[in-house]
């Protein structure tokens, strides 16, 4: 299926906000200066994308200068449609001409009752016949500090089996479980009682053999440390994994490890929940990134582009876990009304056009592409992902060589790559060990013409900052 390519409106347009906006390169340095004197330093995409948007449709932002660039960022994988699409756009009008009250806490709600029914539509049956839903706070990380309590709680357990690289968010609990290890040293508390497990990362693998040997060990690692009577760990309530890991830099676990870690995981009677924020919703070729390997797990966490571009976050779970107390997870706003409405809407929208499987296909041939830059470029030293989740790894080609094959990585170009990119009026962010990942999280809109632009971009940036590197 090809998705046919969306223009912006003409500028000339009446009753949009931003047209009374100077269109001016002044104007933009002006809002950019005053945002850094203004907001706090823990600001990140401001940070690597000095522009202004004003006005937005499909993968493309166009700035308050005027200029156009392609999106792969996509709010950090939210946008499963990118910018304003019209089946985004007519749930909200419809909502808010309906009369519908807009923020009313956990009460049922027509909306809601409607989101949970396209929602579990999506889930695989095994799991949705047997599913609960909590609705978080409006963020990924109060999923996961949900989805973390509620094991606790049926378990009677504390501890956490975690994975080297992961990212599950930035409030206690979840901050604990992420791999991160700058964001974590200046508020380490709570990290103590969660056990670090071997990701499988083919490229760098940390038991420096590579492959499916490096996933294989990287299972009997875990089965035997849990089974070691003197290894340290006492029973956790819970183990957490991203089926593919994207802050991570978009390192996709094995199938057959995921079985083997839900495996682990049942036979000793320790919850399993599989973090699906950034994996939902399609991103990885599947509606949801478990169907891949076909593990059924004891808990979901859900956010991003389940609200269909505004904030919503829930927990969907085993019923034999719901233990809870009236009130034992709450938050004000948990009654999204617009976000259910818009979520729902999208949620069907990729059900029914298929995007799950459009974005396996271009996935494949954008990877494919890459992998051939790849053999061009030896500044290129992993190509890896899953669908839409795309990572490209930059390393130092004249580098030593480990074990795996893999040479050290180069985040000084990989931070030139971005700002050529933006020149050449492409979005691209980092992530991975040391950010020197560049990830590719375009819209599952995408078209063959967008990904064909993206990747001519990329590949001329690419260029032009491996050549200023060797001139400094």
Same mark, same amino acid.
């Given at each position: ?15 949009? $906000? ?89 009460? @049922? ?32 990380? /109060? ?22 690289? @992961? ?34 990362? $083919? ?92 593990? &059924?797990?004891?808990?979901? &966490? ?76 030896? &500044? ?36 030139? &790559?971005?700002?050529?990119?933006? /020149? ?49």
């Amino acid at each position: 299926m090809t998705v046919p390519s969306v223009a912006l409106p003409a500028n000339g347009r009446t009753a949009d $906000p931003a047209d009374a906006l100077p269109r001016t390169s002044a104007t933009a340095d002006a809002i950019l200066r005053r945002q850094r004197a203004r907001e706090s330093s823990a600001r990140t995409y401001a940070r690597s994308f000095p522009i202004v948007p004003v006005r937005a449709k499909g993968m493309t932002i166009e700035g308050s200068d005027g200029r156009r660039y392609l999106d792969c960022l996509s709010g950090a994988g939210t946008l499963a449609l990118g910018h304003n699409h019209p089946v985004v756009l007519e749930a909200v009008r419809r909502t808010m001409d309906s009369g519908a009250p807009l923020h009313v806490l956990d009460l @049922a709600t027509p909306e809601k009752d409607d989101f949970t029914d396209a929602l579990f539509a999506t889930l695989p049956t095994a799991f949705a016949d047997r599913a609960r839903i909590h609705f978080c706070g409006p963020a990924g990380t /109060d999923a996961v500090e949900a989805a973390l309590k509620l094991m606790r709680t049926a378990t009677g357990r504390r501890g956490t089996l975690a994975f080297t690289g @992961a990212y599950h968010g930035m409030t206690a609990g979840a901050l604990a479980a992420t791999g991160n290890v700058a964001v974590k040293e200046p508020v380490a508390d709570g990290a103590s009682e969660v056990t670090r497990l071997p990701y499988p990362y $083919p490229y760098r693998c940390p038991f420096g053999v590579g492959g499916e040997r490096g996933a294989e060990l990287s299972a009997t690692y875990t089965e035997r440390l849990l089974d070691d009577p003197s290894g340290g760990v006492v029973r956790p309530a819970a183990m957490i994994l991203e089926a593919v890991q994207g802050e991570g830099g978009a390192v996709p676990a094995p199938d057959g490890w995921l079985r083997e870690m839900r495996r682990i995981t049942s036979e000793r009677d320790i919850p399993l929940i599989v973090d699906e924020v950034q994996t939902g919703v399609g991103r990885t070729g599947a509606f949801w990134a478990v169907e891949h390997s076909g593990i &059924v797990p004891d808990a979901m &966490v859900m956010s991003k582009a389940i609200g269909g571009s505004l904030p919503l976050a829930v927990i969907v779970y085993d019923q034999d876990y719901d233990g809870w107390l009236p009130g034992a997870h709450t938050g004000t706003f948990r009654g999204n009304t617009l976000a259910m409405a818009t979520g729902a809407a999208t949620l069907r929208h990729v059900a029914r056009e298929g995007l799950a499987g459009r974005a396996a296909e271009v996935g494949a041939r954008m990877t494919a592409r890459l992998e051939a830059l790849r053999r061009e470029l030896p &500044v290129i030293g992993d190509v890896r992902g899953r669908g839409l989740m795309i990572g490209v790894e930059l390393v130092d080609a004249e580098g030593p060589v480990d074990s795996c094959g893999a040479r050290p990585v180069a985040p000084e170009l990989a931070d030139r &790559v971005r700002s050529a990119a933006l /020149d050449r009026g492409l979005i691209v962010e980092l992530g991975g060990r040391f950010d020197a990942t560049l990830r590719l999280l375009p819209p599952l809109t995408i078209t063959d013409e967008q990904a064909e632009a993206v990747l001519d971009r990329l590949a001329d940036a690419i260029t032009e900052a491996s050549k200023a590197g060797r001139n400094v």
